[in-house]
Protein backbone atom coordinates (compact mmCIF):
# COMPACT_ATOMS: atom_id res chain seq x y z
CA UNK A 1 0.00 0.00 0.00
CA UNK A 2 1.26 3.41 -0.54
CA UNK A 3 1.81 5.68 2.32
CA UNK A 4 2.99 9.30 2.24
CA UNK A 5 4.36 10.70 6.10
CA UNK A 6 5.30 14.38 6.64
CA UNK A 7 6.64 15.97 9.29
CA UNK A 8 6.48 18.05 11.43
CA UNK A 9 2.73 18.36 11.65
CA UNK A 10 3.16 21.52 12.41
CA UNK A 11 6.11 24.27 12.62
CA UNK A 12 6.25 27.79 13.81
CA UNK A 13 9.07 29.75 12.14
CA UNK A 14 9.75 33.53 13.12
CA UNK A 15 10.09 35.64 9.66
CA UNK A 16 13.47 34.97 8.09
CA UNK A 17 14.22 32.11 10.06
CA UNK A 18 15.18 29.28 7.16
CA UNK A 19 14.20 25.29 7.87
CA UNK A 20 12.89 22.71 5.71
CA UNK A 21 9.96 20.32 5.31
CA UNK A 22 10.20 16.35 5.13
CA UNK A 23 8.38 14.17 3.16
CA UNK A 24 9.00 10.22 3.04
CA UNK A 25 6.84 7.78 1.01
CA UNK A 26 6.57 4.29 -0.25
CA UNK A 27 5.36 3.71 -3.57
CA UNK A 28 5.81 1.05 -5.98
CA UNK A 29 7.05 2.85 -9.43
CA UNK A 30 7.10 6.34 -8.50
CA UNK A 31 5.81 8.26 -11.57
CA UNK A 32 6.37 11.56 -9.68
CA UNK A 33 5.84 13.32 -6.09
CA UNK A 34 4.12 16.28 -6.16
CA UNK A 35 3.85 19.17 -3.66
CA UNK A 36 0.82 21.33 -2.99
CA UNK A 37 0.03 24.77 -0.72
CA UNK A 38 -3.34 24.71 0.94
CA UNK A 39 -4.36 27.97 2.11
CA UNK A 40 -7.48 27.57 5.16
CA UNK A 41 -11.00 27.64 3.19
CA UNK A 42 -8.92 27.31 0.01
CA UNK A 43 -8.78 23.79 -2.29
CA UNK A 44 -5.02 22.81 -2.43
CA UNK A 45 -2.26 25.02 -4.81
CA UNK A 46 -0.03 23.17 -7.23
CA UNK A 47 3.66 24.20 -6.30
CA UNK A 48 6.24 21.64 -7.79
CA UNK A 49 6.70 18.19 -9.27
CA UNK A 50 9.45 16.10 -8.78
CA UNK A 51 10.11 13.21 -11.05
CA UNK A 52 13.43 11.14 -10.25
CA UNK A 53 16.49 10.93 -7.55
CA UNK A 54 18.75 13.89 -7.15
CA UNK A 55 15.86 16.20 -9.04
CA UNK A 56 15.67 20.19 -7.68
CA UNK A 57 12.71 22.90 -8.30
CA UNK A 58 12.99 26.05 -7.02
CA UNK A 59 10.36 28.80 -6.98
CA UNK A 60 10.88 32.02 -4.80
CA UNK A 61 11.68 31.02 -1.40
CA UNK A 62 10.74 27.34 -1.79
CA UNK A 63 13.16 24.99 -2.92
CA UNK A 64 11.88 20.90 -3.55
CA UNK A 65 14.46 18.24 -3.81
CA UNK A 66 13.45 14.38 -3.93
CA UNK A 67 15.79 11.43 -3.11
CA UNK A 68 14.83 8.04 -3.45
CA UNK A 69 12.98 7.87 -0.71
CA UNK A 70 11.97 11.59 0.67
CA UNK A 71 11.30 14.73 0.06
CA UNK A 72 11.94 17.91 1.41
CA UNK A 73 10.44 21.52 0.78
CA UNK A 74 13.24 23.92 2.20
CA UNK A 75 12.02 27.51 2.87
CA UNK A 76 14.18 30.23 2.98
CA UNK A 77 14.01 33.45 4.66
CA UNK A 78 10.49 32.81 5.07
CA UNK A 79 7.63 35.39 4.97
CA UNK A 80 4.21 35.58 7.13
CA UNK A 81 2.49 34.97 3.73
CA UNK A 82 4.55 31.64 3.27
CA UNK A 83 1.93 30.77 6.57
CA UNK A 84 -0.32 27.74 4.79
CA UNK A 85 -0.59 23.43 5.24
CA UNK A 86 1.88 22.20 2.52
CA UNK A 87 1.14 18.94 1.56
CA UNK A 88 3.36 16.12 -0.06
CA UNK A 89 1.69 13.70 -2.51
CA UNK A 90 2.83 10.81 -4.92
CA UNK A 91 1.67 9.42 -8.00
CA UNK A 92 2.32 5.51 -9.07
CA UNK A 93 2.68 3.86 -12.43
CA UNK A 94 -1.05 2.84 -12.79
CA UNK A 95 -2.14 3.13 -16.27
CA UNK A 96 -1.03 5.67 -18.73
CA UNK A 97 -2.17 9.17 -17.77
CA UNK A 98 -4.31 7.98 -14.46
CA UNK A 99 -4.49 11.44 -12.27
CA UNK A 100 -4.27 9.33 -8.85
CA UNK A 101 -2.39 10.99 -6.33
CA UNK A 102 -1.99 9.30 -2.62
CA UNK A 103 -1.55 13.05 -0.16
CA UNK A 104 0.59 13.07 3.48
CA UNK A 105 -1.66 14.57 6.05
CA UNK A 106 0.20 18.07 5.54
CA UNK A 107 2.50 20.29 7.88
CA UNK A 108 0.90 23.24 9.03
CA UNK A 109 3.52 25.78 8.71
CA UNK A 110 2.99 29.53 10.96
CA UNK A 111 5.75 32.22 10.22
CA UNK A 112 5.21 35.05 13.16
CA UNK A 113 6.34 38.48 11.94
CA UNK B 1 -9.91 31.54 -17.12
CA UNK B 2 -12.01 30.84 -14.92
CA UNK B 3 -11.28 27.88 -12.15
CA UNK B 4 -12.92 25.09 -10.53
CA UNK B 5 -16.24 25.64 -9.51
CA UNK B 6 -17.63 23.40 -6.76
CA UNK B 7 -21.48 23.64 -5.73
CA UNK B 8 -22.66 24.03 -3.22
CA UNK B 9 -19.91 25.06 -0.76
CA UNK B 10 -22.02 24.32 2.67
CA UNK B 11 -24.60 21.98 2.95
CA UNK B 12 -26.21 20.65 5.98
CA UNK B 13 -27.83 17.17 5.88
CA UNK B 14 -29.18 14.61 8.27
CA UNK B 15 -28.31 10.98 8.96
CA UNK B 16 -29.56 8.77 6.11
CA UNK B 17 -30.52 11.48 3.69
CA UNK B 18 -28.36 11.87 0.01
CA UNK B 19 -26.03 14.66 -1.01
CA UNK B 20 -25.41 15.48 -4.68
CA UNK B 21 -22.45 17.83 -4.77
CA UNK B 22 -21.66 19.51 -8.62
CA UNK B 23 -18.12 20.09 -10.30
CA UNK B 24 -17.58 22.39 -12.99
CA UNK B 25 -13.64 21.71 -14.54
CA UNK B 26 -11.52 24.31 -16.00
CA UNK B 27 -12.36 25.02 -20.08
CA UNK B 28 -10.72 22.43 -21.69
CA UNK B 29 -9.61 20.03 -19.26
CA UNK B 30 -10.72 16.78 -19.61
CA UNK B 31 -10.35 14.83 -16.28
CA UNK B 32 -11.60 15.27 -13.22
CA UNK B 33 -11.50 13.89 -10.22
CA UNK B 34 -12.64 14.06 -5.83
CA UNK B 35 -10.94 13.85 -3.28
CA UNK B 36 -12.61 13.74 0.52
CA UNK B 37 -10.29 15.90 3.45
CA UNK B 38 -10.60 15.09 6.87
CA UNK B 39 -8.72 16.32 9.75
CA UNK B 40 -8.02 12.75 10.64
CA UNK B 41 -7.28 11.22 7.25
CA UNK B 42 -6.19 14.07 5.58
CA UNK B 43 -6.87 14.11 1.52
CA UNK B 44 -7.92 10.73 0.38
CA UNK B 45 -8.88 10.06 -3.15
CA UNK B 46 -12.58 9.00 -4.40
CA UNK B 47 -12.83 8.61 -7.63
CA UNK B 48 -11.11 9.96 -11.24
CA UNK B 49 -13.42 10.30 -14.94
CA UNK B 50 -12.09 10.98 -18.07
CA UNK B 51 -14.30 11.29 -20.95
CA UNK B 52 -17.41 9.93 -19.08
CA UNK B 53 -15.56 7.06 -18.00
CA UNK B 54 -14.68 6.28 -14.48
CA UNK B 55 -10.95 5.27 -14.68
CA UNK B 56 -10.12 4.34 -10.86
CA UNK B 57 -11.97 4.88 -8.19
CA UNK B 58 -10.81 4.85 -3.85
CA UNK B 59 -10.84 2.71 -1.27
CA UNK B 60 -14.65 3.86 -0.24
CA UNK B 61 -17.84 2.54 0.03
CA UNK B 62 -20.51 1.86 -2.55
CA UNK B 63 -22.50 4.69 -1.24
CA UNK B 64 -19.99 6.59 -2.68
CA UNK B 65 -20.57 6.87 -6.63
CA UNK B 66 -20.30 10.03 -9.38
CA UNK B 67 -20.45 10.49 -13.16
CA UNK B 68 -19.42 12.61 -15.47
CA UNK B 69 -21.35 14.57 -18.58
CA UNK B 70 -20.19 15.01 -21.96
CA UNK B 71 -18.88 18.55 -21.52
CA UNK B 72 -16.54 17.57 -18.67
CA UNK B 73 -19.16 18.71 -15.34
CA UNK B 74 -19.22 16.30 -12.83
CA UNK B 75 -21.65 15.48 -10.11
CA UNK B 76 -20.89 12.82 -6.55
CA UNK B 77 -23.27 11.23 -5.02
CA UNK B 78 -23.40 10.11 -1.33
CA UNK B 79 -26.25 7.88 -0.03
CA UNK B 80 -27.30 7.00 3.19
CA UNK B 81 -25.28 9.31 4.81
CA UNK B 82 -23.39 8.82 7.97
CA UNK B 83 -21.22 10.92 10.80
CA UNK B 84 -18.11 9.77 9.17
CA UNK B 85 -18.89 11.25 6.12
CA UNK B 86 -19.02 15.04 7.75
CA UNK B 87 -15.83 16.29 5.21
CA UNK B 88 -14.63 18.92 2.75
CA UNK B 89 -15.15 17.35 -0.78
CA UNK B 90 -12.93 18.73 -3.33
CA UNK B 91 -12.93 18.39 -6.85
CA UNK B 92 -9.80 18.64 -9.35
CA UNK B 93 -9.30 19.02 -12.80
CA UNK B 94 -6.22 18.34 -15.09
CA UNK B 95 -5.27 18.59 -18.58
CA UNK B 96 -3.83 15.64 -20.32
CA UNK B 97 -0.75 16.16 -21.32
CA UNK B 98 2.75 14.30 -21.76
CA UNK B 99 4.91 13.93 -20.24
CA UNK B 100 2.14 13.74 -16.79
CA UNK B 101 2.99 16.86 -14.74
CA UNK B 102 0.30 16.03 -12.00
CA UNK B 103 -0.71 19.02 -11.70
CA UNK B 104 -4.17 19.24 -10.30
CA UNK B 105 -6.31 22.52 -10.15
CA UNK B 106 -8.76 22.23 -7.25
CA UNK B 107 -11.47 23.96 -6.64
CA UNK B 108 -12.25 25.71 -2.81
CA UNK B 109 -14.51 22.25 -2.21
CA UNK B 110 -18.26 21.29 -0.68
CA UNK B 111 -18.19 21.27 2.83
CA UNK B 112 -20.77 18.67 3.86
CA UNK B 113 -21.66 18.55 7.67
CA UNK B 114 -24.01 15.44 8.83
CA UNK B 115 -26.42 15.97 11.71
Known amino acids: EDQVTQSPEALRLQEGESSSLNCSYTVSGLRGLFWYRQDPGKGPEFLFTLYSAGEEKEKERLKATLTKKESFLHITAPKPEDSATYLC??????????????FGKGTKLSVIP | KAGVTQTPRYLIKTRGQQVTLSCSPISGHRSVSWYQQTPGQGLQFLFEYFSETQRNKGNFPGRFSGRQFSNSRSEMNVSTLELGDSALYLC??????????????FGEGSRLTVL
Open chain 2, 92 to 105: ASSQILFPNTGELF
Open chain 1, 89 to 102: AVQKNSGAGSYQLT
